[in-house]
Antibody, heavy 122, light 109 residues
Framework: EVQLVESGGDLVQPGGSLRLSCSASGFTFSSEAMHWVRQPPGKGLEYVSGITGNGGSTYYADSVKGRFIISRDNSKSTLYLQMTSLREEDTAVYYC???????????????WGQGTLVSVSS | QAVVTQEPSLTVSPGGTVTLTCGSNTGAVTSGHFPYWFQQKPGQAPRTLIYDTSNKFSWTPARFSGSLLGGKGALTLSGAQPEDEADYYCLLAYSGARVFGGGTKLTVL
């Protein structure tokens, strides 16, 4: 059974930093690309970032480019999102999403985690 | 910046049929946008229903189907059930970018 468990969400001040983690199990982690998708409270979904199965290629939405870094440790089956220079508009539930493929050249979302809440406020 | 449009809300009667659409401000939606559809119930994470326009996952109820219709992506629900009341989001791919629609709140009433 595929399981994705996010952690690391917290209340942080504007300008602060936070690292999210997503622990994966139930599939060959290194064989699949992974993504982060966020959802502000009461609003819709926004694609944040993606990384190929081998970690060699990444993609970022313009809204987070230069501030967020996606990475993965295939030996630990864990996906990360390092967030810096956080803004109030980054407040959202952050979901870890598994891909059906190793590449990110086309969408391949299948399984979603339950999400972790990041609140940016002074 | 691409914008993906969906109906803000729709209502369907139990047992009825409804079609949700997914449009793009850049022109007609094609299979090359790899349309995806997601269902989200209150307090839950989204669940992927349809990928690459019309393909289903093992967990996708048979009453859901995806297609291209009139230059848009479409999700058709045939034989609506009370448990289908949820928010539905589509996603389109534009080269490297993935853009979600604003979502459709579907009421079964």
């Amino acid at each position: 059974e595929v399981q994705l468990v996010e952690s690391g969400g917290d209340l942080v001040q504007p300008g602060g930093s936070l690292r999210l983690s997503c622990s994966a199990s139930g599939f060959t982690f290194s064989s699949e690309a992974m993504h982060w998708v966020r959802q502000p409270p009461g609003k819709g979904l926004e694609y944040v970032s993606g990384i190929t199965g081998n970690g060699g290629s990444t993609y970022y939405a313009d809204s987070v480019k230069g501030r967020f870094i996606i990475s993965r440790d295939n030996s630990k089956s864990t996906l990360y999102l390092q967030m810096t220079s956080l803004r109030e508009e980054d407040t959202a539930v952050y979901y870890c999403v598994k891909d059906k493929r190793a590449v990110i050249s086309r969408p391949g979302f299948d399984y979603w985690g339950q999400g972790t809440l990041v609140s940016v406020s002074s | 910046q691409a914008v993906v449009t969906q109906e803000p809300s729709l209502t369907v009667s139990p047992g009825g049929t409804v079609t949700l659409t997914c449009g793009s401000n850049t022109g007609a939606v094609t299979s090359g946008h790899f349309p995806y559809w997601f269902q989200q119930k209150p307090g839950q994470a989204p669940r992927t229903l349809i990928y690459d326009t019309s393909n289903k996952f093992s967990w996708t109820p048979a009453r859901f189907s995806g297609s291209l219709l009139g230059g848009k992506g479409a999700l058709t629900l045939s034989g609506a059930q009370p448990e289908d009341e949820a928010d539905y989001y589509c996603l389109l791919a534009y080269s490297g970018a993935r853009v979600f629609g604003g979502g459709t709140k579907l009421t079964v009433l």
